[in-house]
């Protein structure tokens, strides 16, 4: 039985980061929790002694691949990535975006993603303690993207001898088989459903073994956590915790990490974001043989192929190189003045991915108030989904969700028009801003991209860009601003001049 992975939740936070926490989640404008998530019960920081359900031994794994130092400044060769960009190329590989260009005079000067598989000279800087260059899984099948099209999560598991079968998951709405369940975690936050399952299956035998071991009746995931019983808010937290490593990843914002028994770790350069993702997630719990067993060959791979195939057989890279953004306009009406109050912040869940920014309507009064102001259609395209407090608009017009530019619409009392399959046009009503759906301490519109399943960040290289007005992102989440023609406005919740701003302007 594969009863692996145990996992713990916030593990060791220091009192100053619990303060710093506390304080974002009181300053913010919205914060998307799942639904069934009752904030007066349990806090997403808290944490309550967590207990580990008992491991079963595990085989002993020879060290996993290193590389040998390198000369200053030498010139190595590595092949582009899905989601590569030279800024944070430079970090991984401890030189410069000029260094990089300077050896590469075919990259061209506007690029936003580097194309995959595109050969290149790095110079590298060589730093000790860098982590094993073995990948677990490509990063396509690590988000709910084009891959994971047509894949039927309850058929899959109904097929398997696992214990998973029988389970349910339970919301404050409604009662959800397994592969519901997680297909409703997987397309809340974008994380391959597969993924999932194979995590799962490593952790307790979900899919393999006909009983469940010792305690994965409660924690069906393996996490012994206050707040965090029962298969869908397992998932739930798995999923968030695996969107921040992967996200921060992307960023560039991940140059190393720490281990339970105090080693640090560097991520190998030529690593993958999933990859990575995945090593950091394992390190948070478990440690030696274990930690190497998980990131090898033989552990969560191995787990995954035996499901799904070789992950690596027949790639079709989600992110294409210079991807580029179509055509958006604001989401609000013409006439009057809205208010920039939420920077790049996360586009679903807590953390990274910052993939949202939010407005809010003219008022005369602050919180959540009704308003009768118009969220509308930043583009054409198809409703794909249409639920209380949200919608999601398919730019491709393909009708699905996985592929091709979305925009998530948040906190917006939908119009009775939008519905699954609505056809709409570029300035068409969406719905009211409100405060419905998630945590909001005032009325607003959230609104968050995703290309081919992948959170696009509002303030990356493919930042968001409505009418011209292009954001900047801040120092911290939902801070930032709006820049057009040498004119700038700063998100604040204030609805001062400088954060205010119409269409046509």
Not at 161 to 175: A, D, I, Q, V
Not at 480 to 495: E, P
Request: glycine content about 10%; hydrophobic content about 40%; overall charge negative.
């Amino acid at each position: 039985m594969q009863n692996y992975l145990f996992f713990r939740i916030l593990l060791r936070l220091k009192r100053p980061v619990i303060f710093a926490l506390i304080i974002v989640l009181i300053l913010t404008g919205c914060l998307p929790p799942p639904p069934g998530y009752d904030p007066n019960q349990v806090s997403p920081i808290e944490t309550a002694s967590p207990t580990l359900l008992s491991p079963t031994p595990k085989p002993q794994v020879t060290a996993l691949p290193t590389r040998q130092p390198l000369s200053p400044g030498e010139l190595v060769d590595y092949n582009a990535q899905t989601g590569d960009t030279l800024d944070v190329l430079a970090v991984r590989f401890n030189t410069t975006i000029a260094e990089i260009r300077s050896a590469n005079p075919i990259i061209p000067q506007e690029v936003t993603l580097l194309p995959p598989g595109m050969p290149m000279k790095i110079p590298i800087y060589y730093l000790p303690l860098w982590g094993s260059p073995y990948q677990i899984i490509p990063d396509e099948l690590f988000i709910n993207g084009p891959a994971q099209v047509g894949f039927d999560t309850d058929a899959f598991i109904n097929r398997q001898p696992g214990w998973l079968k029988g389970f349910h998951g339970y919301t404050s709405e409604e009662t959800l088989t397994p592969g519901q369940t997680i297909d409703r975690v997987a397309l809340d936050y974008s994380v391959s459903p597969r993924l999932l399952l194979a995590m799962m299956e490593y952790a307790t035998g979900a899919l393999s073994q006909p009983t469940p071991p010792d305690g994965a009746e409660e924690y069906p995931a393996g996490a012994v956590q206050r707040g965090y019983s029962g298969l869908y808010m397992q998932l739930i937290w798995v999923a968030n915790n695996l969107n921040n490593h992967y996200y921060d990843i992307r960023a560039g914002l991940v140059t190393q990490f720490d281990h339970l028994d105090g080693t640090m770790e560097r991520p190998d350069p030529w690593q993958n974001a999933a990859s990575v993702a995945l090593h950091m997630f394992y390190a948070q719990f478990v440690t030696g043989n274990e930690y190497l067993r998980a990131i090898s060959s033989v552990g969560l791979a191995q787990t995954y192929a035996s499901l799904f195939g070789d992950p690596w057989k027949d790639r079709q890279p989600h992110l294409p190189g210079s991807l580029r953004q179509p055509k958006l306009q604001l989401p609000f009406q013409t006439g009057k003045y809205w208010t920039f109050t939420g920077g790049p912040h996360t586009g679903w869940g807590t953390g990274a991915p910052f993939a949202a920014i939010d407005f809010a309507p003219p008022a005369g009064a602050s919180g959540c108030i009704e308003s009768d102001e118009w969220a509308t259609a930043v583009a054409p395209g198809v409703i794909v989904r249409a639920e209380p407090g949200l919608a999601v608009l398919d730019l491709d017009g393909d009708g699905d969700e996985h592929t091709g530019w979305t925009i998530l619409y948040l906190h917006t009392i939908l119009d009775a028009s939008i519905v699954v399959g609505k056809k709409v046009k570029a300035g068409d009503i969406i719905g009211h801003p409100s405060c419905e759906r998630g945590r909001a301490t005032g009325t607003h519109v959230h609104i968050a991209r995703k290309f081919n399943g992948e959170w696009m960040p509002a303030g990356g290289a493919i930042p968001f860009n409505l009418e011209g007005w292009v954001v900047v992102p801040g120092k911290e989440a939902y801070l930032g601003a709006l820049t057009k023609s040498g004119r700038t406005i700063t998100a604040c919740t204030c609805s001062d001049h400088n954060s205010q701003l119409k269409i046509g302007e």
